[in-house]
């Protein structure tokens, strides 16, 4: 299968096989994708402010259009011995996979083919095109986890020549992730804003922070955690309203739950209290919540936290099945999830 893991890519785009012709990089994070095609571009040596060189289209173009991306393909290149056609909003349209399909077959002798798409299922269309193709290769581009996001903050404090303390860095993580190419804008703003400086403080990370990976779906998962039902219901329409993914909420929320449940399995196997547990957590928690996650492992036992679970796994796949409703169901999962918050901590008399 030409497809690689999340995290073989990066080794791959840093040394691509020439064997290969036509490169798709999907997922649901736009601007990892953007950032990747970038660098794959890169790779081919071609100048890519040379529209001789280099011909950009858009999904929607190319699916008006049927045959156009074939024949660019098929077109002989006249100042340089070959092309790249860089394909931009990819998405499920059927002309755009019947013309990969047929390049799959025959492949172009003068063209590299570069696919920019959004999450694309398994199995389907154009991905399944890729993934089955012996001249191509499908790079998946999910949202950065917390090893990812380090890299990227380190690879911008390495080019500044500066060093941050933990606590910078734990708050600064917090804000980032949703997006790869905002929260490197927001890593830059970060270090303009500290320049002059041999290390980024906290108090640097708080003049600066804005609402990169959203922080009013950190608000939301904090009052789901804390069962706040109403403080969650504004905060999740607040993070929708300003253009938010509800499934970033979805996705932040099952993480906390996951790094509960991993704690909370601690208390129960080892028989230690639930601040002991946070205090050794590794990576460690950010001080200003570990008061919110003390009190959400006292309150939530392992069997409450596997229900949340399944219900979020279960949100996740329909959102993914039915994309038009997805901020309906992923409010009705987690508006269940807080209410069950509220119901324990009723219970439990905190």
């Not at 927001?186 to 980024?200: D, W």
């Not at 939301?220 to 329409?237: M, N, P, Q, R, Y």
């Amino acid at each position: 299968m030409a497809q690689k893991k999340g995290y073989e890519v990066d080794s791959w785009l840093a040394r691509p096989d020439p064997r290969i012709s036509i490169v798709l990089l999907y997922g649901p994070d736009r601007g990892l994708v953007a950032e990747r095609a970038k660098a794959f571009a890169g790779k081919t040596g071609l100048p890519l402010d040379d529209p001789f060189s280099v011909v950009r289209l858009d999904g929607s173009e190319v699916d008006r259009d049927e045959g156009r991306l074939l024949d660019e393909a098929r077109t002989v290149p006249m100042f340089s011995e070959r092309r790249l056609l860089w394909v931009r909003n990819a998405s499920g349209q059927k002309a755009l996979a019947d013309d990969v399909k047929a390049l799959t077959s025959e492949p172009a002798r003068d063209a590299i083919i570069l696919i920019e798409a959004g999450d694309l299922k398994k199995g389907v269309g154009l991905r399944s095109i890729v993934e089955a193709a012996d001249i191509a290769m499908a790079l998946p581009c999910y949202a950065d986890e917390a090893r990812d996001i380090d890299t990227v903050i380190d690879d911008e404090l390495r080019k500044a020549g500066m060093s941050m303390t933990l606590e910078a860095r734990q708050a600064l993580r917090r804000n980032l992730g949703g997006d790869r190419l905002a929260s490197r804008g927001e890593i830059e703003k970060l270090v303009l804003y500290a320049h002059g400086q041999a290390e980024i403080g906290l108090d640097d990370v708080k003049a600066t922070s804005g609402d990169v990976s959203g922080r009013s779906f950190d608000d939301a998962v904090d009052a789901l955690l804390e069962g706040k039902v109403s403080d969650f219901d504004i905060a999740f329409t607040r993070h929708c309203q300003s253009g938010g993914q509800a499934f970033l909420v979805l996705s932040s929320a099952m993480r906390q739950l996951q790094a509960i449940q991993a704690m909370r399995g601690l208390m129960d196997t080892g028989g230690r209290n639930a601040a002991a547990v946070v205090a050794a957590a590794r990576p460690p928690v950010f001080f200003s919540r570990r008061k919110l996650v003390e009190k959400a492992l006292e309150r939530w036992n392992s069997e409450a936290l596997g229900r949340a679970l399944t219900r979020l796994q279960t949100a996740v796949l329909q959102t993914r099945r039915r994309p038009d409703l997805s901020v309906a169901l992923a409010r009705q999962a987690l508006l269940g999830i807080a209410v069950e918050s509220a119901r324990l901590l009723r219970g439990n008399g905190l």
